[in-house]
């Protein structure tokens, strides 16, 4: 038997790094998807291959996993904690590794897909593969905030806190002319979450009082952005994202080559601004259709390594 999964990576919209830290985000999953698929393996190992690597390792906890390169560990966990023994999981992925899209989370949340379905013999519900998922990113980055993993587990837009839980928020469908466009930018470093997470924390231990300032503003940022997203108001959307770029900017997240980018992408779209943790990584800019080649120019112009323009993809987890 094969079993597969697909999950779409994401898009903080508002509230990164706030998140982390008992604040309130706006998401959204986007239509580039990774896919993972599950087959058993005689032998007993459970090998995996990823454009992050291959690597094989035994079925119980600690066997073969010095062999196993870091990035591939919170793959070996959920192919154990499945159940389904003996196994080979392959998962491949449009994304660049490091890039604030979520592709650790989307990985995951595809890999928990297709294991727990090799491992019952059927679709798993959402909250399964999401909870396999969640715990297998946490093996990684244990101060994680849970938005990505959701984001890619169920689709669409969300408000997302550690105290809510995912809140949907509707979009406009694609037919509708304030259907929005997200044109992502990458720069030319992938980011460690963990790294700009500590940085984030560094700022909010010298600066208690404005911190949480920031966070209230994030917050309610996000929650406005919600609003304007659902009632097609894109500038209204856009304005809360570059406002949201002022805080990170201030947190630390950003650094001279995305401060350029989010100045050009906002120039020509509604609004601009780093997504993800920061420090590397990606910016966005959220266009209406007809503007969206425009940006993508005016981001390449001030050196984006490389840029796409996303839909927001209502369908999270899938069995293909
Ligand atoms: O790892 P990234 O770039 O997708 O960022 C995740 C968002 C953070 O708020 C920085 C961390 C978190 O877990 O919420």
Same mark, same amino acid.
């Given at each position: ?40 393996? !005689?032998? /007993?190992?459970?090998?995996?291959? &990823? ?8 079925? =119980? $906890? +600690? %066997? #073969? @996993? ?86 890619? !587990?169920? /689709?669409?837009?969300?408000?997302? &806190? ?8 509707? =979009? $406009? +469908? %694609? #037919? @509708? ?86 100045? !050009?992408? /906002? ?54």
């Amino acid at each position: 038997m094969r079993a597969r999964a697909t999950a779409p990576a994401k898009v903080i919209l508002l509230g990164e790094h706030f998140v982390a830290d008992g604040g309130t985000a706006l998401a959204c999953a986007i239509d580039a998807r990774v896919s993972a698929e599950a087959r058993p393996r !005689a032998g /007993g190992t459970v090998r995996i291959e &990823s454009r992050m690597g291959a690597a094989e390792a035994g079925t =119980a $906890p +600690g %066997d #073969g @996993d010095g062999a196993v390169p870091p990035a591939l560990r919170p793959l070996l966990f959920a192919a154990r904690e499945s159940g389904a023994g003996g196994l080979e999981l392959t998962v491949e992925s449009p994304l660049t590794p490091g890039m604030g899209l979520g592709s650790s989370s989307a990985c995951c949340v595809a890999a928990a897909g297709a294991l727990l379905r090799l491992a019952r013999g059927s679709e798993p519900p959402i909250k399964d593969a999401l909870d396999l998922a969640s715990r297998a990113e946490r093996t990684a980055f244990p101060g994680a905030s849970g938005v990505d993993a959701a984001a890619c !587990a169920h /689709g669409g837009a969300m408000l997302y &806190s550690a105290a809510t839980g995912r809140r949907p928020v509707g =979009a $406009p +469908g %694609d #037919g @509708d002319p304030c259907s929005p466009r997200l044109v992502v930018a990458e720069s030319s470093r992938a980011h460690s979450t963990a790294e700009a997470v500590a940085r984030a924390g560094r700022f909010r231990d010298a600066n208690p009082s404005e911190y949480s300032e920031m966070r209230s503003s994030a917050g309610k940022l996000a929650s406005a952005g919600a609003h304007a997203l659902a009632s097609g108001d894109l500038a209204w959307l856009g304005w809360c994202m570059s406002e949201n770029q002022a805080l990170l900017a201030r947190l630390g997240a950003s650094n001279a080559e995305l401060d350029a980018l989010a100045e !050009a992408g /906002g120039g020509l779209s509604h609004g601009a601004k780093i997504t993800g943790a920061g420090g590397g990584g990606c910016a966005v800019a959220l266009a209406d259709r007809g503007r969206a080649p425009r940006t993508a120019r005016a981001f390449l112009k001030a050196g984006a390594r490389r840029c796409f323009t996303a839909r927001i993809d209502r369908e999270g987890l899938e069995f293909p």
